[in-house]
């Protein structure tokens, strides 16, 4: 059973699958777009989700931080967003790490405050249901889902990165690269899934980045891999703490939210992924992608 979203909304949800993730918002008007916060991650999702507006996911608010002033809240907190990096097992038992940017167990703020209540966090993680790890490995490939190998992405450690040579850490530990790949952080297998867009917004950020804080970006990801799958919510850190996808999901939340219909997209990049199938927009707020009506509100 969906339930019922305002049309704009639905078209923005729409488009976001369509398009490629390489997208900003004109965040200047700040009568439609505000910031949501609680000690708790799923209360602030629901008050962002109650008052109407919609949580942006990593893409867009990578997008929209290379695009503002030092003294905008985007640069100065954390935040999360409504991404989700699960990590399980596919049908044959390969072990993965699935980034998704589109509506998954987790956007709904409920399924986060049961886990939470029922004191079921695995290492502050929420166990995802094995069909919804199933369902987000199907829509591989449509520009909003990724899916990495895990042990391949636990060879490369936690920490800060060089954006454009390896830090002296990595030198002395690593000799610098790992696997022959150097050790900077557009070639963490992990960045350009979590980030959710193309080669034009990795460079952005990572340029962005090391404008601010010189050469160095933290990527941080837990090892999640265990006999359930696990997801979490991917966050931003403040400072050049960079790129969170090990934070506790018990923790204090802080959504960037955009009211429907409110700012305006504009482009990025003109590149068009293109779905096997297209998304459906089924009238009074339901869309339906590959069979599956979403739920996409409270």
Not at 62 to 75: G, I, M, P, R, Y
Not at 166 to 180: A, K
């Amino acid at each position: 059973m969906s339930k019922r979203i305002d049309p704009e909304s639905a078209k923005a949800i729409r488009d976001a699958l369509q398009k490629a993730p390489d997208g900003v918002y004109d965040l200047q008007d700040s009568s439609n777009v505000r910031s949501f916060s609680s000690p708790n991650l799923g209360t602030a999702l629901k008050k962002c989700l109650a008052r109407g507006y919609q949580a942006l996911y990593m893409p867009e608010l990578a997008s929209a931080q290379t695009n503002v002033s030092k003294d905008s809240e985007l640069f100065n907190n954390f935040f999360s967003t409504l991404s989700l990096k699960a990590t399980g097992r596919t049908k044959n038992g390969n072990a993965v790490v699935v980034y998704a940017h589109a509506p998954h167990y987790l956007s709904d703020p409920q399924n986060i405050q049961d886990v939470i209540r029922n004191k079921r966090l695995v290492y502050g993680a929420a166990p995802i249901p094995q069909e919804e790890l199933d369902r987000l490995l199907a829509l591989e490939g449509n520009g909003r889902v990724f899916v990495v190998d895990a042990q391949e992405c636990a060879k490369w450690p936690n920490g800060f990165y060089g954006i454009s040579k390896p830090t002296r850490e990595h030198l002395q530990i690593y000799g610098g690269n790992i696997d022959g790949k150097e050790m900077i952080a557009r070639n963490n297998p992990q960045i350009k899934p979590f980030l959710g867009g193309g080669e034009e917004l990795v460079d952005a950020y990572l340029q962005y980045f090391q404008k601010l804080y010189e050469d160095q970006i933290g990527i941080w990801n837990a090892d999640d891999l265990e006999d359930q799958a696990l997801g979490r919510v991917l966050f931003v850190n403040i400072d050049n703490d960079g790129l969170d996808g090990d934070i506790y999901l018990g923790d204090i939340g802080r959504f960037f939210g955009v009211s429907a219909g409110g700012a305006q997209r504009k482009n990025f990049s003109t590149n068009i992924i293109p779905l096997e199938e297209r998304v459906e927009d089924l009238g009074q707020g339901r869309i339906r992608f590959k069979g599956r009506v979403y739920n996409l509100s409270e």
